[in-house]
């Protein structure tokens, strides 16, 4: 009897609660009412939450701390690629401009080599006899002359860069066009003019390009431009140095320009 009158109580206070205004100052304070039961039933989850994010192991950090720092060094190496990709977009572009003032035809060739001995001036391209490449051929930049071909191969080719401590170049002043000879000294950013008379007329900044003289380059490549000249009134020749104009250690996409090869170069490269 005691729980069917229970029973009946319970179901008049729901269907009063639900269907009646009687209660409506008790639903406005109901959730205020319930709100403490609630944090309390959540203590447990935000304790759980506070000890992964408080107590985290000293294994488990050191393993995040490394994937973090390989995800770092990934992007940076893109970062790197992009940059390295941009750089080398600007100076095809140079390179591609440049052969806007050349008259002569020529092909773009790519270094693929550099001699391993440091006192060598060579590079490697990757054109050969199968492009035409021969023996004596000139190679710039698109900033100036670099080098000339001294062994051609079906596939690539072996240069020997102005720098180097074996090769000489005629040059003349573009200035006054006074005739010299800019020899390489194994130094990359510097040439020596021997054999210059004190009373030439000569000075710091002139450009110097190529005379043609010997029928090995065309005549009026940029070489070098004059930085020191420095005149001894004990000495019959005066000191001059020259800083080549052609980016010898950064260029990496060039020009081999020909320049109507002498007959038994040609067939020095076909063979």
């Given at each position: ?149 001294v062994t051609v191969g079906e596939h690539s080719s072996e240069v020997l860069l102005i720098t180097d401590t074996t090769h ?44 043609g003289l010997g029928q090995r380059f065309p005549v009026g490549y940029p070489v070098a431009k004059v930085e020191q000249v ?42």
């Open positions: 009897m005691r729980v069917v009158l229970l029973t009946a109580l319970s179901l008049a206070i729901a269907f009063t609660y639900l269907y009646t205004d009687w209660f409506d100052s008790l639903k406005k304070h109901g959730a205020d009412i319930s709100a403490p039961f609630y944090w309390v039933s959540d203590l447990p989850a935000k304790a759980s939450d506070w000890a992964d994010t408080r107590l985290m192991s000293r294994s488990r950090l050191e393993h995040e701390n490394e994937a973090l720092r390989t995800e770092l060094l990934v992007l940076r190496r893109k970062v790197q690629l992009l940059a390295s990709l941009s750089a080398e977009n600007v100076r095809l572009r140079q390179l591609l401009n440049s052969t806007d003032m050349l008259q002569d035809r020529v092909i773009i060739a790519e270094l693929i080599g550099v001699a391993p001995d440091p006192t060598v001036h060579k590079v490697i391209v990757n054109r050969g006899a199968e492009e035409g490449v021969y023996v004596g051929q000139a190679m710039v930049d698109a900033n100036g002359l670099m080098g000339q071909v000489a170049l005629p040059v003349q002043i573009n200035r006054n066009g006074v005739r010299l000879i800019a020899e390489g000294v194994g130094n990359l950013y510097e040439l020596v003019i021997r054999h210059v008379s004190s009373t030439v007329d000569i000075q710091e900044g002139d450009l110097l390009v190529s005379s420095v005149i001894d009134p004990g000495k019959p020749f005066a000191r001059v140095i020259a800083r080549p104009m052609a980016e010898m250690n950064r260029s990496r996409h060039v020009l081999l320009v020909f320049d109507q090869p002498p007959a038994d170069n040609t067939e020095q490269a076909a063979n």
